[in-house]
């Protein structure tokens, strides 16, 4: 009985032990099989992608003086990377910083064939660029794929030219969406990626899996490792489109100055600092000023679509073109409004300095006067000395160090002033990029602010 038993047993661990190694065979075989397919649709993605991604460096006018035909020695470093979005007009878009506001840049195919292409437009609020070459036959292209669906987890692959290694290829994974505040361009609402981003990737196309352009690579943290940035296809798409159509972006202007909602504020209303904006300035005849809005209020929505961030508001305003109505929804006082606001065009600001008149000190964007009878009663300032701000225009530096019409300037770098040409003998005395330190009286408080002009 024992002796059966024991064979039995022995029997069945033998069993065991080999239907586990069969199992664990299986098991291999199917893990090597998903390997293989996801290896075999990797080469097959860089197959058809890689043609449609291009090198782009400075363009040099031939010339005996620089080198002769034939002689490479002398050409230049590589500048970034871009991608064909259009293969039958030969449009490609890229970084605006690639391009660096040439006319012209070279432009080497996948294949080595050169072209010499025409920057139609550049946009710096997103650095983006488009460029166009002229070519007989319809060149490999890419299509823009629809952002809004790119989720968190999923693989992404990013192609350029990292310090000049042409048609670099990289796996990688969607780490973050709708990433701001890093300060790289006005309109930032980024994906994140661990693909390997470096210098010389920049312009170059982050895919998905089917081959579809869902980013622009444009930047780096230098001092951390995988994590990269790209611009959503969707940005690109519109912006794209108008450099192709008017070469140039048009984008709306609502003429509000926006913050994040305080806590205390946030309390007395019964909502989370993420459910708007708040109001703190309205520019007089501006858009918004002439739909009701007033300072104190909190925009909800823009178009139907929630605010929760003063960037967010910008993207959104920006994304909608001058001259559309829009509704924009508003808390105010606990009572929640909806307004129809016309959108105006927003203006640059170096554009819009360009044609102040003399009135204006130019390098910070206001307007200022003598102070008299007149000013003294519209600004219900009253023995004082200084000179009265009367204008501030939109998005200046003097708007962005916080000047505010109605502000009395007492001091202009540690210097009193009680007449206008005080402060213009001021400016003229300092670089055109040096900062001000500038007194002004609101209110009957004192109030210190820091002014960088215009570069």
Do not use: C
Request: without cysteine; glycine residues 10%; negative net charge.
């Amino acid at each position: 009985m024992i002796g059966r038993t024991f064979i039995f047993l022995s029997l069945a661990l033998t069993f065991g032990v080999f239907s586990a190694s069969v199992a664990y065979a299986d098991h291999s075989s199917r893990g090597l099989s998903i390997l293989e397919e996801l290896e075999k649709g990797l080469v097959g993605l860089a197959d058809h992608t890689l043609p449609a991604v291009v090198n782009l460096s400075p363009y040099v006018p031939p010339s005996p003086s620089i080198r002769r035909q034939g002689d490479t020695k002398g050409r230049p470093t590589n500048a970034g990377a871009g991608v064909i979005i259009d293969g039958v007009n030969g449009y490609i878009v890229t970084n605006s910083h690639v391009v660096k506001k040439a006319e012209n840049i070279q432009v080497t195919l996948h294949d080595e064939t050169e072209f010499v292409g025409r920057v139609l437009g550049a946009d710096e609020e997103t650095d983006l660029a488009v460029i166009k070459v002229d070519t007989d036959k319809p060149l490999p292209q890419v299509n823009l794929g629809d952002s809004s669906r790119v989720r968190v987890g999923q693989l992404v692959v990013a192609i350029g030219n990292p310090y000049g290694l042409h048609d670099t290829f990289s796996l990688g994974v969607v780490s973050g969406l709708n990433r701001e505040n890093i300060n790289i361009s006005r309109y930032e609402d980024f994906i994140q990626t661990d693909a390997s981003i470096n210098p010389g990737n920049s312009g170059g196309p982050l895919l998905n899996v089917q081959g579809e352009v869902i980013g622009i690579n444009t930047a780096i943290i230098n001092y951390a490792q995988s994590i990269g940035f790209a611009i959503p296809s969707n940005v690109v798409k519109n912006v794209s489109r108008q450099i192709i159509e008017v070469g140039k972006v048009r984008r709306g202007w609502l003429g509000v100055g926006i913050d994040f909602i305080p806590k205390n504020v946030a309390a007395r209303e019964n909502i989370d600092v993420k459910e708007g904006v708040l109001v703190n300035s309205v520019f007089e005849n501006q858009p918004a000023f002439q739909a009701g809005i007033k300072v104190g209020d909190i925009i909800m929505k823009i178009g139907g679509t929630p605010v929760n961030s003063p960037g967010g508001m910008i993207r959104l305003v920006g994304n909608i073109s001058p001259g559309q109505s829009v509704q924009v929804d508003i808390l105010r006082q606990g009572e929640r409004k909806s307004l129809s606001v016309k959108l105006g065009r927003r203006v640059d600001p170096r554009e819009q300095l360009a044609n102040l008149n003399s009135n204006a000190v130019t390098s910070w964007g206001v307007e200022i006067s003598d102070l008299d009878t007149q000013l003294q009663n519209k600004y219900q300032v009253f023995n004082k000395e200084g000179v009265m701000v009367t204008k501030v225009f939109p998005e200046s530096s003097a708007d962005r160090g916080g000047l505010k019409e109605g502000d009395l300037i007492t001091a202009v770098n540690d210097r009193k002033v009680t007449r206008k040409l005080e402060i213009e003998s001021i400016l003229s005395q300092l670089s055109d990029h040096e900062p001000l330190s500038v007194l002004v009286d609101r209110k009957s408080e004192s109030v210190l602010l820091s002014i960088s002009p215009e570069h």
